[in-house]
Every structure is written in structure tokens, then in C-alpha cells.
């Protein structure tokens, strides 16, 4: 009884003072604003729609911007084709403690696992790979195979089957044992090594 519709003669726009609820599919080309709108249909905006509360049960076309300023709460999957932009410091997170984290701070760039577990990379392929943006080499750990290390593009470090192999110098501080020792470049020992 005390509900109005007001044409606003500024805008070009109808301004309900009540919640509006919509069984079927609403279009709307121009402005929209509502108080509260409760749709178990589908919504199709060409223009700019300007909701305080909105609870859709169908799907959303959005030809224009959806501007939230509130939290967004979605029960489905989110499909974004054109991709999803976060500011500085706005963390993508996941997990109900949101333990991991995925931000860029205005400098640097983060992966962190804030929770008390592990952060485990993995790959249903043949290895992972961490290289420069310029495809320079930095390591590669293989399924089943070696890992290595580069320094500056240049293969340093790799693991073997029997155990690694080493190009360059071996510089050792402390003690070295090995079992066997087989070296193409030099060695330099400050401290003891036992060779069998």
C-alpha cells in the first residue's frame, strides 16, 4: 500500500521504492535501478543496471559493466573468456581460510600458501619448467628424470640415476666424502676430502 514508481524526468528512468520480483526474464536497454530485485529468471542488460540487493536464479548477459561494490557470492562455476583483472595487492584466494594466495604487490609477484600445509606444484605432463620471460633456462625438473639447475642459460647442476653430474668448478668449504668422484672441470677444496 505504501509502494510508489517514480518516473525520474532527469534520468529517463523508473525508480521503485520496493523490492521487485520477477518470475520470468527481464531485458532492460537503458538504466535500471532498483532498491532490491529478486529475479528467478534470466537478466538481459544493454545499459547500466544499479541494484542495492539482486538475487538471480537464471543466467546474467551483461552487455555493459557490472560493478560490484558489495561481496559477490556464486554458487556455480565463473566463466570468464575475457579474463579477470585484480589491482595491486588484490589477492586471488582459495580455500575456506583462504590459505592460498595469488597477488602482485605494485613490484613483485606472489604464490604464497598462508596456511599451515604444504604448497605442492604439480604436473600431469612430463616435468615442469621455471624459464625467464625471455625463455631463458633456470630449472627443470623431469618426471621420472633429472633435475636441473642453470646459471645465466648455461646447464650447471643435474641429477642422474647414479648421482649428479657437475659442469664447471666444484668449490667445497667444509668436508667432502664421495664414493667416487669423476670431474671434467676443476675442484677447489678449502676444507677435507675423502675419495675411496
Do not use: C
Request: no cysteine; net charge negative; charged share 20%.
Amino acid at each position: 500500500t505504501d509502494a510508489t514508481i517514480l518516473w525520474d524526468t532527469t534520468n529517463d528512468e523508473f525508480d521503485f521504492s520496493h523490492p521487485i520480483n520477477v518470475a520470468g526474464k527481464v531485458t532492460s536497454t537503458g538504466t535500471s535501478v532498483f532498491a532490491s530485485l529478486d529475479i528467478s529468471g534470466d537478466i538481459d542488460v544493454d545499459g547500466t543496471t544499479n541494484l542495492d540487493i539482486v538475487d538471480i536464479d537464471g543466467a546474467v548477459d551483461m552487455a555493459s559493466t557490472l560493478q560490484v561494490d558489495g561481496a559477490a557470492t556464486f554458487t556455480t562455476e565463473i566463466t570468464a573468456n575475457g579474463g579477470i583483472a585484480l589491482g595491486d595487492s588484490d589477492k586471488a584466494t582459495f580455500g575456506a581460510g583462504d590459505d592460498l594466495q595469488i597477488y602482485h604487490d605494485g613490484s613483485n609477484s606472489y604464490i604464497d600458501e598462508a596456511g599451515t600445509g604444504h604448497l605442492f606444484v604439480r604436473s600431469n605432463g612430463d616435468g615442469i619448467y621455471l624459464r625467464s620471460s625471455t625463455d631463458e633456462e633456470i630449472a627443470h625438473f623431469n618426471v621420472n628424470g633429472a633435475v636441473k639447475s642453470y646459471y645465466d642459460n648455461a646447464l650447471k647442476l643435474a641429477t642422474t640415476n647414479t648421482g649428479i653430474d657437475v659442469t664447471g668448478t666444484v668449490t667445497a668449504t667444509g668436508t667432502s666424502v664421495f664414493a667416487s668422484l669423476d670431474i671434467s672441470g676443476d675442484i677447489d677444496v678449502d676444507g677435507t676430502t675423502n675419495l675411496d
